[in-house]
């Protein structure tokens, strides 16, 4: 059994530090010296200290998977998406990106690079507008760069 990577070298969109906060209401025992502060409780009383439970609002952080933002905003099956696990979600097109077989060499020039990206920018435009518009414009960057992929 054997392992392959793919090296592609070429634009890409980057969403970073996202996260989507839920708020919810929810009965808590607010008593500070009691353990089961601010979790979740049902009934009139905390099980725990006895004090009422008393409205609270939780905020949970909602985990983003990039499978879904590539399904929801992106809606282009040429992309693929990778999630860095720490906010940052990685959406590059494997036709824009260009492939690197085993022991060749690329040169990669500043205006090459430029090129690529004013191409890429213009061509997805829309997608890159839609990101921007949910996800808020300081999120979202297109980068160029290298993606190295396990198949
Ligand atoms: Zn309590």
Redesign the pocket.
Known sequence: MGVSYVVRVGPYIELSNLSVDSKKDIMA?L?KS?P??TKPASGKF?A????KLSHAELTKKNKLRSSQILEDYIKDFKFYDHDAGDGSYYFYSRERMYEMDFGEVANITPDGIKEDLIKFTRDFKDTITRLEEVFGENHVTVSYGIVTIVC
């Open positions: 025992c008593n009691c089961e502060i905390c725990n200290c006895g004090d």
